[in-house]
């Protein structure tokens, strides 16, 4: 299995000699560095100059930078800008408020605003379950950050946090038809977080956590889902263990093993760790072995963490001790969601046949594809790059479409095992394979098939104040 790396691509404006050959230079240039040209553009002719625009793929932002030197420095060539493709993407942000109705003469103004609007809002004051038939909250999503554990920058902050809410945002409305609005809220102290999205809740109908640092991130959905009748939703920690739920189901079937008989190491056991452990136990498996810096957590040590004297308590039955060496013997599964460098080629040699590893931290995993790959039956990755990636698109848009839909007070585990068998179903018996145990998060059935099974969980377990009808077209 061969692996392709990705990289940025970067537009250069260049300032060109009008010789006939010039631009032939500026391809070979670009080429002897290992450049790309993707695409040409003419923005201005002059009788002395062309000016254009070329897109060049670039292995990173040293190379970009490399290749702009080694431009700049040809008689005849004049680098005047280079723009990153990713940053333009993101001038002035990317989203925006567009109205469902437009407002053209008087009596547009006094039904949306005054006085009419008045009639709608004495309705809601009589019943404020009104609100989810007359106002945004109906379909409507905050996506809450504080800006301590963004992606793999860890804590930069709420200004800096923005530009992946926003993301997230996007997604939410492309893939469900769900509307989001980034909030990033600018303090620290887990109760200022939760008192501070109880008195928006109002106006939203579900609450997305996103990017809160570990141990404060399970305080804080704890409590939201305490004294909010609302879902609450930390998808860091159970849409990363919805989808690996997913993706294991399947990988399970393909190597003729069944969940209950696996034994699953996993490797940093942080928020999306515990979370993917109680998805594990909820799903049946039984020898989970957690492993952290400090060694495998057992019940022979008392922890600082609480989470982890949690953990000690309900994993490890064999009540092993010792480092991630002595954990990886027989293992049926390795789960990483940790950093690079955590698995090596000797680790897989000592699980048990046909190893499956799910190596998923980002950007870079605990192993490297091209060396994991020989060595094991299944590899997954949280990268796009790579064949079977855990995306937690699979599940975030479809979860909170099926619970704004059913009307949910909650989201509970039945539900989220539900969304993870959805997503393992889009993927047929005869269609699974070593580098297809996931479906891609294009594909048009997940969404809808993830939220029909969510709202159903949510009417089995009595959490759901909507009857939802599925949609059988997939």
């Given amino acids: 299995m061969e692996f392709q790396r990705s990289g940025i691509s970067l537009i250069y404006r260049l300032e060109i000699a009008n010789k006939g050959n010039t631009f032939a230079k500026v391809a070979s240039l670009v080429g002897n560095a290992g450049g790309d040209i993707a695409a040409v553009d003419v923005i201005r002719v002059t009788q002395d100059v062309v000016v254009r625009d070329v897109t060049i793929n670039v292995a990173n932002r040293e190379h970009g930078r490399q290749i702009a030197e080694l431009l700049d420095a040809e008689p005849g060539i004049h680098v005047v800008a280079v723009s990153d493709r990713t940053f333009l993407v993101h001038l002035g942000g990317k989203l925006e408020v567009v109205p469902k ?237 940790s950093g690079p460098g955590v698995l090596t080629v000797d680790h897989i040699k000592k699980m048990a046949p046909d190893p499956i590893v799910f190596a998923m931290a980002n950007p870079t995993p605990e192993i490297e594809p091209e060396l994991a790959a020989p060595h094991v039956r299944v590899l997954a990755t949280g990268r796009s790059d790579y064949p079977n990636q855990i995306n937690n698109l699979l599940c975030f848009p479809g979860m909170f479409k099926g619970a704004l839909a059913a009307r949910a007070s909650t989201i509970n585990e039945e539900m989220k095992l539900a969304a993870a068998q959805a997503i393992a179903s889009i993927i047929r018996e005869n269609e699974l394979r070593e580098d297809y145990i996931i479906p891609s998060v294009f594909n048009q059935a997940v969404v809808q098939r993830v939220a029909d099974a969510v709202a159903d969980a949510a009417r089995r377990t009595g959490v759901a104040r909507r009857e939802v009808m599925p949609k059988d077209n997939y």
């Fill in 101 to 337: 109705i437009q407002v053209k003469n008087r009596e547009d103004l006094s039904r949306v605003y005054t006085p009419h609007v008045a009639r709608v809002c004495e309705a809601i004051h009589e019943d404020p379950s009104k609100a989810f038939q007359l106002t945004i909250k109906r379909n409507t999503v905050a996506v809450v950050s504080d800006g301590t554990a963004v992606l793999g920058l860890g804590d930069i902050g709420p200004y800096a946090a923005m530009p992946v809410m926003e993301g997230k945002a996007m997604l939410f409305k492309q893939f469900a038809g769900v509307d989001a609005f980034p909030i990033c809220l600018d303090t620290k102290d887990p109760d200022e977080i939760v008192e501070t999205v109880k008195r928006i809740a109002p106006a939203f109908g579900g609450i997305n956590l996103e990017d809160i640092s570990s141990p404060r991130c399970f305080y804080i959905e704890e409590r939201l889902k305490q004294e909010l009748d609302i879902p609450v939703f930390h998808d860091d920690q159970h849409g990363t263990a919805v989808v690996m739920l997913a993706g294991l189901m399947n990988a399970a079937k393909l190597v003729g093993k069944k969940l209950q008989d696996l034994k699953v190491v996993i490797v940093g056991i942080g928020a999306a760790g515990v979370a993917c452990t109680k998805m594990l136990l909820s799903a049946g498996v039984k020898n989970i072995i957690g492993v952290t810096l400090e060694g495998i957590l057992h019940r022979g040590k008392q922890y600082d963490n609480e989470i982890w004297n949690w953990y000690k308590e309900h994993t490890n039955p064999d009540n092993i001790t010792g480092t991630l060496d002595d954990a990886i013997v027989g293992a049926d599964v390795f789960i990483g969601v």
